[in-house]
DNA sequence: AACACCCCCTGTCGGC
DNA sequence: TGCCGACAGGGGGTGT
């Protein structure tokens, strides 16, 4: 599920709940979720303090008081919420589990933080802060969409003489890291870039990049601001960290309307689907050349 | 190197 | 009503 908004929905959630607090407890309800989790894990948690807790594309990153970060992968389907816990609320607390909920953070400030993940393709893990950078799932993550570093020129380099579709292209965490399938199709959408063209079509020969391809950072950022502003995009499982849903969905322009009208072209064009690396495309036919 | 394909797991939805 | 297949926001592995 989450893409880049909402796992930046989930931190600023998370973040006055655990920032400067100490885990006093955690408590996992099985022994995995995509992997097992690592020996020791709630020993290396209990007692520590948060530091920061910071995004690094769709990881949450929370940094402890003894060189260590907590690593959190949210997968398809992970979502936290944040509940109070004071003693007397304990049992009611407690009823209050559902089968999903496979990780609680129990603070020490009396709140309780709660992962719940039905399909388990999340994970967690705690490694060294210094070693995040050359750990092998950061290492090779491209930039971050929202910083600079994404922009035409680097564009054009990261395409230049590829044979990949540009949406196969946004989706490859190797060179953006953290659009996902929606924003993917929404942002070639906004910038009318075809989902099918290769991405060194949107080069020039001399290694340039095209009228189109100029378009393309300014969409995705606009994109994914939207829908950092909206909360996230819920269709299933994406929670903000209240409870409370987000709603960039409804302004989705292609992304699950297929054969519905084209908001650009009007009647004349119906969004199309297509199946690109196995995940379903939406675009304009009409529009997005 | 770069691609298509498959898998992990659970839930939901539409068609019959 | 129930059954069954398709599909879902991610990502890693394999084989070509």
Redesign the pocket.
Known sequence: ???LP?VETVRRGLSPAMVNRQIAQVELRRKDL?FPFPPNFTRRLRGREILTLRRR???LLADLDDQMSLIM?L???GSFRVEEETLGDFVHARNRLT??DHVIFHLSNGQRITYND????GFMLVIPTADILTHP?FSHLGVEPLSKMLNAKFLARAFNE????VK?LL?D?HVIAG????YACEALYEAKISPLRE?GDLVTKKGTPTAALMRLPKTIKDVLEKAIAAG???????RQTNGGL?YFQHQFKVYSRENEPCYNCGKNKNIS?LI?????TFYCPGCQK
């Open positions: 599920m989450p893409e909402e995509r594309a769709k990881y992968h997968g398809m389907s089968a999903h039905p399909r388990r393709f799932y590829r044979k990949t579709s196969s989706l965490q659009i996902g399938n929606i991405g996230g995009s819920s269709l299933r499982d994406h987000g689907r690109q690396s196995g995940r379903s």
